[in-house]
Nanobody, 124 residues
């Protein structure tokens, strides 16, 4: 069993930065692939970024490539999403997710555990 708690969301102006954190618990968490997804009202939850268990492999949605960076600290049981050059279209609830396979995954169905989400609002 893995529990995930996101934090770090908030209101920021366009062009600004935010760093989201995801605190994970669970005995074998360090073996999980991790991902960040986001969702706006009326739309499906969409993939943002993913990282494998060691942190050596990452993958990003085209819409955030070059602006967002996913990272993890297995010793601290943390996953991060550094977001820069934020745009109003980045406004969403951001979710952290864990997949029991150790690699990285782009699809929602690959993930076994989800956090409760944290709101990010980017004003123009």
């Amino acid at each position: 069993q893995v529990q995930l708690v996101e934090s770090g969301g908030g209101l920021v102006q366009a062009g600004g930065s935010l760093k989201l954190s995801c605190a994970a618990s669970g005995r074998t968490w360090g073996r999980y692939g991790m991902g960040w997804f986001r969702q706006t009202p009326g739309k499906e939850r969409e993939f943002v970024a993913t990282i494998n268990w060691s942190g050596g492999s990452t993958y990003y949605a085209d819409s955030v490539k070059g602006r967002f960076t996913i990272s993890r600290d297995n010793a601290k049981n943390m996953v991060y999403l550094q977001m820069i050059s934020l745009k109003p279209e980045d406004t969403a609830v951001y979710y952290c997710a864990a997949a029991s396979g150790g690699t990285y995954y782009l699809t929602r169905t690959a993930y076994d555990y989800w956090g409760q989400g944290t709101q990010v609002t980017v004003s123009s």
